[in-house]
């Protein structure tokens, strides 16, 4: 996506539709690298994905932190482009799974504290 590469500041109505953008691809397309042949990559770490409507009252609830500043910030680290974002429980903990895409095709799935932001595992970064 190209907004993933400016580098103008924005607003928090700017922010929270590119968050429900987001969602939205999110829960479409999971077929853009989250499938395995032997299932999905996020099963391993969450025990419930959670719809759009429910993590957008999660996040206010549990006072999450934002998913739009954690995919620009994966993003960054992992030097690819963010695809989607999706909220996930696993037993108490709140987990986002960020899927970025690099220039070379490969999709890499972070997986991160919805709290804290700390990186809880990463598949397919090397």
């Known amino acids: 996506m190209v907004f993933i590469g400016r ?3 924005f607003g928090k109505a700017q922010m929270m539709r590119w968050f429900a953008l987001a969602l939205v691809l999110a829960v ?22 959670l719809t759009a409507g429910q993590a957008r009252e999660m996040i206010a ?3 999450l932190a934002e998913p739009f500043r954690l995919m620009k910030s994966a993003a960054h680290r992992f030097q690819a482009e963010a695809i989607g974002v999706k909220l996930c429980r696993r037993k108490e903990e709140y987990i986002y799974v960020i899927s970025l ?3 070379d095709g490969r999709v890499i799935h972070v997986f991160l504290n919805a709290l804290t932001g700390k990186i809880v595992r990463a598949i397919n970064a090397k």
Request: aromatic residues 4%; positive net charge.
């Open 101 to 103: 895409l690099r220039r």
């Open 28 to 49: 479409w397309t999971p077929a853009l690298g989250a499938v395995r042949p032997h299932g999905r990559v996020h099963e391993r770490v969450c025990t419930i994905v």
């Open 7 to 9: 580098s103008v500041r």
């Open 61 to 63: 609830k549990h006072r």
